[in-house]
C-alpha cells in the first residue's frame, strides 16, 4: 500500500486560494472602478481595504511557514508563490493610488482592456491555485494565462505608442500614463510569474 511521507497540509492549500481570491477581487475593483470612472474615482479606497487583505493572507503564509517543519511542498515555491500574488495585489493597488496622484480626468481603451486581461488572468490563476494538489488539473490555467500575458504585453505597447503620438508636446502626460500602463503591466506580469512557479510544483510533484 502507498503511502506518504510528507503530511498532508491543506492550511497552505487554503491561505494560497485565499491570496488568489483577494487578488480576483481586487482586479475586479480596479475593473470596475475604470468603468465607471470618474465618478468612481473613489473605489480606490475599496482596493486599499483589498491590499491590506492581501498582506494579512501574506502574512498567515509566512507564519505557517516559520511554524511548519515539514511542508507540502518546497517551501521556497510556496513562498515564492505566495509573494507573486500579493504582489498582483500590490501593482493594481499602485496604479490605482496613480489615478489620484496624478489626477487622471478620463481614462483610456487601452488601460480598460489590461484591466479585462487582469481580471481573466486572476480568475485563472485562482482556479489553478483551487488545483494546487491536483498538478493535471492547473495545466490549461497556467497555458491561458500566458495567452493573456502576451495579450498584455500587446496592449501594453499599443498603450505606449498611443500616447506618445496623441501626446508628444506634453511630457507631463506621457509619464502619467506611461506609469499607469507599466503598472498595470507589472500585475499581469505577476500573475505570470505565480504561474510558472506553479508549473514548477507540478514538475516536482507529478
Given at each position: 500500500?502507498?503511502?506518504?511521507?510528507?503530511?498532508?497540509?491543506?492550511?497552505?492549500?487554503?491561505?494560497?486560494?485565499?491570496?488568489?481570491?483577494?487578488?480576483?477581487?481586487?482586479?475586479?475593483?480596479?475593473?470596475?472602478?475604470?468603468?465607471?470612472?470618474?465618478?468612481?474615482?473613489?473605489?480606490?479606497?475599496?482596493?486599499?481595504?483589498?491590499?491590506?487583505?492581501?498582506?494579512?493572507?501574506?502574512?498567515?503564509?509566512?507564519?505557517?511557514?516559520?511554524?511548519?517543519?515539514?511542508?507540502?511542498?518546497?517551501?521556497?515555491?510556496?513562498?515564492?508563490?505566495?509573494?507573486?500574488?500579493?504582489?498582483?495585489?500590490?501593482?493594481?493597488?499602485?496604479?490605482?493610488?496613480?489615478?489620484?496622484?496624478?489626477?487622471?480626468?478620463?481614462?483610456?481603451?487601452?488601460?480598460?482592456?489590461?484591466?479585462?486581461?487582469?481580471?481573466?488572468?486572476?480568475?485563472?490563476?485562482?482556479?489553478?491555485?483551487?488545483?494546487?494538489?491536483?498538478?493535471?488539473?492547473?495545466?490549461?490555467?497556467?497555458?491561458?494565462?500566458?495567452?493573456l500575458e502576451d495579450a498584455g504585453d500587446e496592449l501594453?505597447?499599443?498603450?505606449?505608442?498611443?500616447?506618445?503620438?496623441?501626446?508628444?508636446?506634453?511630457?507631463?502626460?506621457?509619464?502619467?500614463?506611461?506609469?499607469?500602463?507599466?503598472?498595470?503591466?507589472?500585475?499581469?506580469?505577476?500573475c505570470e510569474r505565480a504561474a510558472s512557479i506553479l508549473?514548477?510544483?507540478?514538475?516536482?510533484?507529478?
Open positions: 500500500m502507498a503511502f506518504s511521507l510528507v503530511p498532508k497540509n491543506t492550511k497552505f492549500d487554503d491561505l494560497l486560494v485565499q491570496g488568489g481570491d483577494v487578488a480576483a477581487k481586487t482586479a475586479g475593483a480596479m475593473q470596475r472602478m475604470l468603468g465607471g470612472y470618474p465618478q468612481t474615482a473613489g473605489m480606490t479606497a475599496e482596493i486599499k481595504s483589498l491590499e491590506h487583505e492581501g498582506d494579512r493572507v501574506m502574512r498567515s503564509i509566512v507564519s505557517e511557514l516559520t511554524n511548519t517543519f515539514v511542508t507540502p511542498y518546497d517551501r521556497e515555491d510556496i513562498y515564492e508563490l505566495a509573494k507573486h500574488v500579493d504582489d498582483v495585489i500590490d501593482n493594481v493597488d499602485e496604479a490605482a493610488s496613480m489615478f489620484d496622484i496624478y489626477q487622471v480626468e478620463a481614462v483610456t481603451n487601452c488601460v480598460k482592456g489590461q484591466a479585462d486581461i487582469l481580471v481573466a488572468a486572476t480568475q485563472e490563476l485562482t482556479a489553478a491555485l483551487g488545483h494546487i494538489s491536483e498538478p493535471s488539473r492547473m495545466e490549461m490555467h497556467w497555458i491561458n494565462i500566458h495567452k501594453h505597447r499599443t498603450g505606449i505608442k498611443e500616447v506618445f503620438a496623441a501626446c508628444y508636446d506634453e511630457p507631463a502626460i506621457i509619464i502619467c500614463w506611461k506609469d499607469i500602463y507599466e503598472q498595470m503591466e507589472e500585475a499581469i506580469d505577476s508549473e514548477q510544483i507540478a514538475v516536482k510533484n507529478s
